[in-house]
């Protein structure tokens, strides 16, 4: 190829720095965000690009710009971690998601709080019903 030996040592030494940085999953900092590439295996269609520039050009970097990562898509220049400083939004617990309003056909059946036990007699007093009209 003819480049000198320390010059394809040190692309070879940052390429593989670089690669390590954005598979680890951490955000250390002074060295480049792996937000973008984080995103790029979760959504496989999204940010292909090392520097994103061309991922700007062609437009396979537009649902990253509109996700939280993106925020925190900046070089850290601090301890503080940056999901502390740009936290995700709060996930919906189990909890919340069984206290959800459900109704059967019965009317002595409906809930509007959580009650788990009344959850399940509802759904098996349904089934039961669905059985007989059979």
Known sequence: MGSHVATVWLWFCLALTTTSVSHSGYHFPLLPS????DFHHAKFNQCYGVMGVLDRLHGTDEQFRGN????????????????????????????????????????????????????????????????KTK
């Open 34 to 37: 792996p937000e973008a590439h």
């Open 68 to 131: 939280k990562a993106y925020e925190r898509h900046i070089m850290l220049l601090g301890l503080t971690p940056l999901s502390w400083s740009v936290p995700d939004k709060p996930k919906v617990g189990k909890e919340a998601l069984s206290c959800r309003k459900t109704s059967c056909h019965e009317s002595s059946c409906h809930q509007t709080s959580c009650h788990g036990p009344r959850v399940s007699s509802c759904v098996l007093t349904q089934d039961k019903n669905q059985d």
